[in-house]
């Protein structure tokens, strides 16, 4: 059965009107010393792409799918099929899961891990047949009912043993189909209130699950990146993977930071607060940055809305960072994106990809040009230029005391501060995507 009735999507340029082809994604230009491909390694979200319906907590799901009306296991290899149709249509190299996209929970967990079975080799054999990789998997315990009080920080020792065993057949799975990484996200990793919640046994109990995950990885001989994806709320009010410094912190107090990267997601850092960019920053600054889940957030929306990747002033600083960081590999691109609730048609799912690549490709190509221009690099020169010599140099050097700098003082007969220019820095950064823009 054929999911998708269009020709692969192929690259035309930014003045083709075709709206099933790529405007700026040319998957084997080189960009540098890499092609686009290699620098973006972009993959699909099962869960948003193949298993979502659209429903919100106002209406429910409006996503028209061939599948929508077979019985679970058939629908399971029915969306196997069809994401491995779509990959190819879209030139994507990559897709990633929890366990429960993939394949139906059973009545126990006996039962749910024989449907993965059956539904992992399906998936192995078209991985095969297509040469299509696997970014990442992961489990998902937080959606069941049982996940009420978490799962690694769950109050219930009986639950935490369940989260366990189901990490411990989605590592069996990873290491079954190659999986480059391994996420965890905290979905209910966290806490309502204070008043009820001892903090300490939690994160405790949550570093302890994540040795024994390394540990069984390799006893099972798996060797992906292991990956943790920070989301600062929803659904508790307080996550414990709230950002990439908390996260951060959280990892070198157990001695964890030598074996787990973050998986960033940009809708979750606005939700800290945070932009985009400073957590790639923070990352990358720390080299702990491993894998990016590209979308954005709505501006006036409070929540988690995940929409596909539009913003090419927000891509280019995204990929400012990932180039610096050297890119992601093994990490990559996943659009952890659905189409808005108003976009239902099968064929939407293309379209929305569409739109992403391209603005990640531009965005891509503004950052490379202006790396070639050292551009921030000769901003950061001209504005820390005081530390390079003299007693700036010494402060940098550690060579200092508050001695020689009060001394120093005291000597000053005046303080001149420079200007940023920011609202320059920001027009030029305009300048290069429509100077991209208008070459292309």
């Known amino acids: 059965m054929t999911y998708f009735n269009i020709d692969p999507v192929t690259y035309e ?43 919100d907590p106002f209406g429910v799901g ?3 799918r061939d599948w929508n009306n077979l019985e679970p296991m058939e629908q399971a290899k029915a969306r196997v ?42 998936i192995k054999e078209k991985m095969e047949e297509t040469g299509k990789k696997l970014l990442w998997n992961t489990t998902n315990n937080f959606t069941h009912e049982r996940f009420v009080h978490g799962a690694a920080t769950s109050s219930n020792a009986d639950v935490y043993a369940y989260a366990a065993a189901k990490v411990k057949k989605s590592l069996e799975i990873a290491k079954k189909l190659g999986s480059e990484n391994f996420v965890f996200w905290g979905g209910r990793e966290g806490y309502e209130s204070l008043l009820n919640t001892d903090m300490k046994l939690e994160l405790t109990n949550l570093a302890n699950f994540f040795k024994m995950a390394k ?54 850092a606005t939700l800290a607060g945070h932009t985009f960019q400073h957590e790639l920053r923070y990352a990358r600054d720390n080299d702990m940055l491993g894998s990016v889940d590209a979308n954005q957030g709505h501006p006036l929306l409070g929540w988690d809305t995940d929409e596909f990747p539009t913003d090419v002033f927000d891509t280019t600083l995204a990929m400012y960072e990932i180039l610096k960081n050297g890119g992601l590999a093994p990490g990559g691109l996943n659009f952890d994106a659905k189409p808005r609730r108003t976009s239902f048609k099968q064929e939407d799912l293309v379209l ?40 700036g140099k010494k402060i940098v050097d550690g060579t200092t005391s508050f001695a020689e700098l009060e001394t120093y003082a005291h000597n000053l007969t005046s303080i001149d501060n420079a200007s940023d220019h920011l609202e320059v820095i920001k027009s030029q950064i305009n300048q290069y995507i429509l100077n991209i823009n208008n070459k292309d």
Not at 28 to 39: D, Q, S, V, W
Request: aromatic letters at 14%.
């Open 13 to 55: 340029g930014p003045k083709s009107n075709n709206i099933y082809s790529f405007k700026y994604y040319n998957p084997e230009e080189k960009i540098g010393n890499k092609t686009m491909a290699e620098h973006l390694r972009f993959g699909v979200a099962y869960w948003h792409t193949f298993t979502a319906d659209l429903s």
């Open 81 to 122: 099929d069809a994401i491995f149709e779509f990959m190819q249509k879209t030139q994507i190299e990559y897709f990633c899961f929890h366990d429960v996209d993939i394949a139906p929970e059973g009545s126990t967990l006996q039962e749910s891990n024989e449907n993965l079975d059956v539904i992992v080799d399906r």
């Open 62 to 64: 409006t996503a028209q």
């Open 352 to 391: 929305t990809h569409i739109t992403g690549m391209d603005t990640f490709a531009l965005g891509l190509r503004v950052a490379h040009k202006m790396i070639e221009d050292n551009f921030f690099e000769s901003i950061m020169d001209t504005k820390y230029q005081t530390f390079k010599e003299g007693i």
């Open 215 to 268: 540990n069984y990885a390799n006893e099972i001989g798996y060797t992906g990146q292991f990956l943790i994806e920070p989301k600062p709320k929803e659904p508790t009010s307080h996550q414990y993977d709230t950002d990439v410094a908390t996260a951060y912190a959280f990892l070198q107090k157990y001695d964890l930071d030598d074996i787990f990267k973050f998986n960033i997601e940009a809708n979750h």
